[in-house]
């Protein structure tokens, strides 16, 4: 598994996710094509994923494999989202693709109710 970045961009993309996700309240991670964890805010950090590992290997990405729309983002370079209720919230859940990095999405969830 090759995480070394090469080139400054990638390390920029890293940099700007968690300027922008890191105080998110609700899971939020950068994934590449190859479905591995780039980088996690700290409410996806709580789930207790390590950088590298595969999006779906996170505890709270495990009860919606059977709607994971990643690949729909990456083919169509077009945001997408399911909801699912999980028996305690609904949540929305989002895939968005990188404007300028073909290879980088941002998967974050939204939570509503209690």
Known sequence: MDLNFHGG?????????QIMWNKYPEPAM???RGKRVMALNWACRQAG???GSFCHEISCCQD????????ECFE????????INDGK????IHWVPLEGYPDY?????AGSGQ
């Open 9 to 17: 961009d990638e390390k920029k993309v890293i940099e700007a996710f």
């Open 89 to 92: 919230k609904q949540w929305t």
């Open 30 to 32: 950068l994934i590449n």
């Open 105 to 109: 999405c941002v998967h974050f969830f």
């Open 64 to 71: 919606i494999n059977n709607n994971c729309l990643v690949n």
């Open 76 to 83: 169509k370079r077009q945001a997408t989202f399911v909801v």
């Open 49 to 51: 994923p390590s950088l």
